[in-house]
């Protein structure tokens, strides 16, 4: 669903830009048609799917109106989007706009051998044309800002500063290979201060330095190795990973206790806070998980601070509690860090979200510029995937935050993606329109046809590959 409106939108790009300065668009798909498609329509003229055409007049004839209005000889060659096939096709390999007077995906050679007409991409002012190709690229980023800017404007931001993370926070085993500690807090990436997790995760990646808080007062300097995201991502695709890079260190805070379960039993209560497992200190939430591991059908004394009501004081007791065959108990714990630090919460105002959307937009874009160079290395090229890599970044349960949040950062990659100057790419097209515009010269048709097939057997390659990267690893 997500990549079909992405597709839609960056067609729609190029149909807009190429109905406003008079071209004629021949086809708009949704993926691609070889050889057949699954359905078609062109306005007053015909409908149909398979291979198969009906001409609306018969298809309408039991109307009157409808008979009288295709019969009454109105002119569409003027029309706006009447003379254009719309249509959806059994190839999910994109989509596109077939654009009268282009060498393009259809490699329509007889088209290009009759003289120019005046509705044609190939009549029209060299910036004209480049208008038209840059205008999917375009859209995808105009998409990406209008998506952020909904969901600010909807839900606001959240977030606990890492200045308000008192306990610092916690790193998975790949981060503390290459020198994170338990409890440290980000400063800074590269000399760019951090306070913002969600926008912090990728620039400490991207980073060759990365300085932190140590034991709250020392600072320490931790270079990133180039291929350090390759490692996380082979961590977070692993059983046993329990953080994904880092996370917040939070107190260990029962929100909730199964009916019958050992919790229950051994008297354990919502609100009681847990530090210690027998003589194993668990200030952390994730203290106390790595260290109830491996306590399988046994009996632990956890240390409980509880609050006394009473008193208006909090108690330290101890229960003990026998742990099922998977080392659980029957509890909830609370997650939310905002729980118990300081959070910075910004609402924002429909103007107010347009420049914050801008901002996320282009965020995004720069992050993913950045990555791509990895693409080139020996373990990025191990890590490219296809159309399941892509379905696999959706979260399990249907979520419309998460969805949305997605899509955008699809239509940014997309976007990205597109103007790289890769002939059958918008950005080929592009480098040879700037040429024209720099010299004065038009590269040949010929030259543009050799060119157009080269980069779509590339793009097919890499797609083969990409998918077939997918695949290797589903028997990994």
Not at 151 to 166: L, M, N, R
Not at 230 to 244: G, P, V
Not at 331 to 343: E, K, M, T
Not at 393 to 404: G, H
Request: hydrophobic share 45%; net charge neutral; proline share 4%.
């Amino acid at each position: 669903m997500a990549f079909a409106i992405l597709v839609i939108i960056h067609e729609f790009g190029h149909f807009l830009f190429a109905r406003i300065f008079g071209v004629k668009v021949e086809k708009f798909y949704i993926f691609f048609d070889p050889w057949t498609e699954l359905f078609k329509w062109k306005p007053k003229k015909y409908i149909g799917g398979l291979g198969k055409t009906k001409s609306l007049e018969k298809a309408l004839a039991g109307s009157d109106s409808a008979a009288a209005e295709i019969s009454s000889g109105k002119k569409i060659k003027d029309s706006f989007w009447g003379n254009t096939e719309y249509g959806i096709g059994w190839l999910p390999l994109g989509g596109y706009c077939k654009i009268a007077g282009m060498i393009d995906e259809s490699m329509d050679k007889e088209q290009m051998k009759q003289p120019p007409k005046e509705w044609e991409f190939r009549s029209k002012p060299a910036w004209q044309r480049l208008l038209i190709m840059i205008a999917g690229v375009l859209f995808n980023f105009l998409l990406a800002i209008i998506i952020y800017a909904g969901i600010v404007y909807a839900t606001g931001e959240k977030y606990v500063p890492f200045s308000e993370a008192k306990m610092g926070m916690a790193y998975s085993g790949e981060a503390q290979k290459i020198g994170f500690h338990d409890g440290d807090i980000p400063l800074f990436a590269d000399g760019e201060e951090l306070d913002v997790p969600g926008e912090a995760r990728m620039k400490m990646i991207q980073a060759k330095t990365v300085t932190v808080l140590r034991n709250g007062k020392d600072t320490v300097d931790i270079t990133i190795p180039s291929e350090f995201i390759f490692s996380l991502d082979k961590e977070a695709k692993s059983d046993t990973a329990k953080i994904n890079f880092m996370t917040y260190r939070i107190p260990t805070e029962v929100t909730q206790v199964a009916p019958g379960d050992a919790a229950e039993k051994a008297g354990i209560k919502v609100g009681d806070r847990i530090v210690a497992i027998d003589s194993i200190q668990t200030e952390s939430l994730d203290q106390f998980l790595t260290t109830l591991k491996g306590h399988e059908n046994m009996t632990v004394n956890l240390s409980v601070i509880r609050k006394n009501e009473a008193l208006a004081e909090n108690d330290t007791i101890t229960v003990p509690v026998t742990l099922n065959e998977s080392s659980k108990m029957g509890i909830g714990l609370q997650l939310d860090p905002s729980v118990f630090f300081n959070a910075k919460e910004i609402n924002y105002t429909l103007l107010q979200s347009v420049p914050r959307g801008i901002e996320m937009g282009t965020d995004k874009l720069t992050s993913y510029a950045q990555s791509m160079k990895l693409v080139f290395t020996k373990e990025g090229a191990k890590s490219v995937g296809g159309f399941g890599s892509i379905g696999s970044i959706f979260p399990e349960k249907w979520d419309w935050i998460a969805f949305w949040n997605i899509a955008a950062f699809l239509s940014v990659a997309l976007a990205f993606m597109n103007i790289l100057p890769i002939p059958a790419l918008d950005g080929g097209h592009v480098l040879f329109l700037l040429y024209e515009v720099i010299t004065r010269r038009k590269p040949s048709e010929k030259f543009l046809e050799y060119a157009q097939m080269g980069g779509m057997i590339l793009l097919i390659l890499l797609l083969l590959y990409a998918n077939g990267m997918d695949i290797v690893r589903l028997f990994k």
